[in-house]
C-alpha cells in the first residue's frame, strides 16, 4: 500500500470524524478505491467502536481461545469481502484480496483497534463510460460506512460522478476512459461528432443532469411554486377563477421554456467559463427566488409577468447547475458535449416532474378546493426559502432541507394522491352544476361558480 493511499484514507477517516464522530456504538467501516486501466484498488479500515467490539471480535475470534490466528485474519477478510456485492458495468465482480492486517485483541476492545483490509477488482476491456456499484452488507446493523474515490493517475481516466445513498453502504462511480480498444472497435466507422459525445461520456452525464435536478429540491420548488397561479385570472390585487384550458396550458408552457432558456444561457457560459460567479451568493439568490415566486403565488406581484421572471431568476439557477459540472473536469471541449448531456438531463426531469402536477393543476383550479392547495404551498416554499436564506446567508442552522427532502422522498405518492383529490373536487362540482335547479338564481350560481373572475381567497 502506497503512502499516497494510505494519506487519502487518513484524510477520509478525518472527515468522516468531521461530520458525525466515530461513535462507542458504531462499527465505522471507511473505503478508498482507486480507479487504474484494467483493475480497481480498494483500501478497507475497519474501526470498531467499544460498545460493539465484543460483536465484531466473536466474528473474529471464532474459536474463543483469545487470540487471533492468522488463519483467522484471512477467514474473516474473506468473510468481508463475501459481503460486499461489486458490479462492473452491471455485471457481477469478485474482488481478490491482497493483504490483511489485524491490531491485537486488547486494542479492538479499547476500541482503538484498527483491521486493514486490501483488495483489487480486475476489470476487464470497456466501452469509454464505466460504472462500478458497490454495496457493504457487513455487519450493518451496528455499522457506519464511508466511501471515496482518489483521482486517477492516469490522464486517460476521467471521474464523472459519485453517488451514494445516505448511510454510505451504497456507493456508484461513474468514469470515463479515453482510447481504450472496445471504444476504438465499437465506434469505428461513426461520426466525429459521436466518437467526441462517447468520450466525455454522454450517458452519464446526462444521468447527472437527471439526478441533479431531482435532487435539487431549491429549483423544482422555485418551478413549481411560479406555476401555482399560472392557471388563475387577476382580479384587482387577488388571485381570481379559473383562466381556461387553453390560456393556462400556455401560460405554463411559456414559464417551463422561459426558465429553461434562462438557465441554459449561464450554465452554457460559465461552465465553458466565461463567467464566473461565487457560490454563496448564487446559492443565496436561488432562495430568494423561491421567496418571490411564493409570495407571488400568494398575492399577484407581476401578473401576466411570470415568463419574464422565470428566464430571469433563470439565469441564476442556471449558475448553480454549472458548478456540478465544472466539478467533473471536463476539458474545454469536452465541456459542449458536457453541457448538452447536463442540460437534456435536465430538462428531461423538469418536464417528468411538470407532466406530473400538471393536470391536478388544471382540474383542481376549476373548484373552490384549489386556494388550499395554491396558498398551502406558497406558505410550504416561503416557510423552506426563509430557512435556506437564513443557512446561506447568516450560518443560521435549520431544518429546511430535512423537511423539503422529506416531502420529495415521497414526492410520487404525493403527487398521486393529489390527482385523485383533484379528480375527486372536478366531479363534485360538476355534480352540484348538475344538481343546481335551473332558475334565474341558479343559472347565476352556476355562472359564478365557473367564472373566470369569480375571486378565490
Known amino acids: 500500500m502506497n503512502r499516497r493511499l494510505l494519506a487519502a484514507v487518513a484524510i477520509l477517516l478525518s472527515l468522516g470524524a468531521g461530520v458525525s464522530g466515530h461513535r462507542l456504538d458504531e462499527y465505522l467501516q471507511a473505503t478508498l478505491i482507486s480507479v487504474e486501466k484494467d483493475r ?18 466473536a466474528s473474529i475470534d471464532t474459536n474463543g481461545d483469545g487470540v487471533i490466528s492468522e488463519a483467522e485474519q484471512r477467514t474473516y477478510a474473506e468473510r468481508v469481502l463475501r459481503e460486499l456485492s461489486i458490479t462492473v458495468d452491471g455485471k457481477r465482480a469478485s474482488p481478490a484480496l491482497v493483504s490483511q492486517k489485524f491490531p491485537t485483541m486488547e486494542a479492538i476492545k479499547e476500541g482503538l483497534g484498527e483491521i486493514q ?15 462500478i456499484v458497490l454495496e457493504n452488507h457487513h455487519l450493518n446493523e451496528i455499522s457506519a460506512y464511508l466511501v471515496n474515490c482518489l483521482v486517477p493517475r492516469d490522464p486517460n481516466l476521467r471521474i464523472l460522478m459519485q453517488n451514494r445513498n445516505e448511510s454510505q453502504s451504497f456507493y456508484q462511480l461513474a468514469y470515463a476512459q479515453a482510447g481504450s480498444s472496445s471504444d476504438s472497435l465499437s465506434l469505428k466507422g461513426s461520426s466525429t461528432i459521436r466518437r467526441w459525445v462517447g468520450a466525455v461520456g454522454f450517458a452519464s452525464i446526462f444521468r447527472l443532469g437527471i439526478r441533479h ?7 423544482l420548488l422555485f418551478l413549481l411554486a411560479l406555476l401555482l397561479p ?11 377563477g379559473f383562466a381556461g384550458a387553453r390560456q393556462s396550458l400556455l401560460r405554463i408552457l411559456r414559464i417551463v421554456t422561459a426558465f429553461t432558456i434562462g438557465h441554459s444561457l449561464t450554465l452554457a457560459l460559465a461552465a465553458l467559463g466565461l463567467v464566473r460567479v461565487p457560490s454563496r451568493p448564487v446559492e443565496v439568490l436561488i432562495a430568494v427566488s423561491i421567496l418571490v415566486s411564493a409570495t407571488h403565488a400568494l398575492r399577484p406581484l407581476f401578473p401576466g409577468r411570470e415568463a419574464a421572471i422565470a428566464a ?13 459540472l465544472g466539478e467533473l473536469g ?12 447536463f442540460n437534456l438531463g435536465i430538462e428531461t426531469m423538469q418536464l417528468i416532474v411538470v407532466a406530473a402536477v400538471l393536470p391536478s393543476l388544471v382540474l383542481m383550479s376549476r373548484t373552490r378546493a384549489y386556494p388550499f392547495l395554491r396558498i398551502g404551498g406558497a406558505l410550504f416554499a416561503g416557510l423552506a426559502s426563509v430557512g435556506w436564506i437564513a443557512e446561506r446567508l447568516f450560518d443560521v442552522h435549520s431544518s429546511a432541507d430535512v423537511v423539503v427532502n422529506l416531502v420529495a422522498h415521497h414526492a410520487v405518492w404525493i403527487a398521486g394522491a393529489l390527482f ?11 355534480s352540484l352544476d348538475q344538481q343546481a335547479p335551473i332558475t334565474k338564481v341558479g343559472r347565476l350560481a352556476r355562472v359564478t361558480r365557473t367564472s373566470a373572475f369569480t375571486p378565490f381567497l
Open 40 to 57: 480497481v484498488q480498494a483500501f478497507m479500515r475497519l474501526i470498531p467502536g467499544v460498545a460493539v467490539s465484543s460483536t465484531v471480535l
Open 117 to 131: 483490509i486490501e483488495f483489487t477488482v480486475d476489470l476487464s476491456p470497456g466501452g469509454p463510460t464505466r460504472e
Open 312 to 324: 430571469f431568476f433563470g439565469l441564476i439557477h442556471g449558475l448553480a447547475f454549472a458548478t456540478t
Open 213 to 219: 435536478i431531482a435532487e435539487g429540491t431549491d429549483h
Open 230 to 240: 399560472a392557471p388563475l385570472v387577476v382580479l384587482g390585487v387577488r388571485w381570481a
Open 420 to 430: 385523485l383529490i383533484s379528480l375527486g373536487c372536478w366531479w363534485l362540482r360538476d
Open 330 to 341: 471536463l476539458g474545454r471541449w469536452e465541456r459542449v458535449g458536457g453541457i448538452l448531456a
